[in-house]
């Protein structure tokens, strides 16, 4: 059983940033893939990054592409999500999950099932 929680939320202005941070126990997450998730009021949860176990692979939705980064630290077995020039529309709860998937692609981070998840992160962007 793997526990994730989330660190780094906040409220910043826009073009601001902010740096994610999930800290996993329980067992080490060095041979699962590992995505970051928000969900905004009133929408359905997307999917913003992911990342392979090995960090080989990693793949973004194209609203945070170029300006978010994911990487992950085995060792410390914390996964993190740098987001820079935030924009009010990346307000959200903001979560971390976990999940098995050895052949990672760019396709299948994005489609995969996610086993574990944390309870998530308030990022809010005012403009």
């Known amino acids: 059983q793997v526990q994730l929680v989330e660190s780094g939320g906040g409220v910043v202005q826009a073009g601001g940033s902010l740096r994610l941070s999930c800290r996993a126990s329980?067992?080490?997450?060095?041979?699962?893939?590992m995505g970051w998730f928000r969900q905004a009021p009133g929408e359905e949860r997307e999917i913003v990054a992911a990342?392979?176990?090995?960090?080989?692979?990693?793949t973004y939705s194209r609203s945070v592409e170029g300006r978010f980064t994911i990487s992950r630290d085995n060792a410390m077995n914390t996964l993190y999500l740098q987001m820079n020039s935030l924009r009010p529309e990346d307000t959200a709860v903001y979560s971390c999950?976990?999940?098995?998937?050895?052949?990672?692609?760019?396709?299948?981070?994005?489609?995969?099932?996610?086993?574990?998840w944390g309870q998530g992160t308030q990022v809010t962007v005012s403009s």
């Open positions: 999950a976990a999940g098995s998937n050895l052949f990672a692609t760019p396709n299948t981070l994005l489609y995969m099932n996610y086993t574990y």
């Open positions: 329980g067992r080490t997450i060095s041979n699962l893939a």
């Open positions: 990342i392979s176990w090995s960090s080989a692979v990693t």
